[in-house]
Nanobody, 127 residues
Framework: QVQLVESGGGYVQAGDSLRLSCAVSEHTITSAVIGWFRQAPGKEREFVAAVSRTGGTTTYADSVKGRFTISRDNAKSPVYVYMHNLKPEDTAVYYC????????????????????WGQGTQVTVSS
């Protein structure tokens, strides 16, 4: 029973842009927060960005602030991450996840508050 589906990953050059999408299902529409995480080979999964159910509140990791933008129109719409000026260190598998509880600031960074996860989409940035 698929509930979160990521798409939009790919192989790009440094400086390029990509848009990732996270499609939500009837089971995750009521989620308070949708977050994006990434995991590079041999590294811990790290927080990227999060958006509230209505799209009104966003949170970003310092490493992507100013380069990535997370957005959604409403609770039923996909959640997008627009990634600009991509760097080789952005290479990772990107996951979206849903949390039943609202978060703000560093609380959104905690993977444990997210209950459902997608399968991930690979982003590779070549130098």
């Amino acid at each position: 029973q698929v509930q979160l589906v990521e798409s939009g990953g790919g192989y790009v050059q440094a400086g390029d842009s990509l848009r990732l999408s996270c499609a939500v299902s009837e089971h995750t529409i009521t989620s308070a927060v949708i977050g994006w995480f990434r995991q590079a080979p041999g590294k811990e999964r790290e927080f990227v960005a999060a958006v509230s159910r209505t799209g009104g509140t966003t949170t970003y990791a310092d490493s992507v602030k100013g380069r990535f933008t997370i957005s959604r129109d409403n609770a039923k719409s996909p959640v997008y991450v627009y990634m600009h000026n991509l760097k080789p260190e952005d290479t990772a598998v990107y996951y979206c996840a849903s949390s039943p509880t609202y978060c703000s600031g560093y609380r959104c960074y905690e993977p444990t508050i997210y209950r459902r996860w997608g399968q991930g989409t690979q982003v590779t940035v070549s130098s």
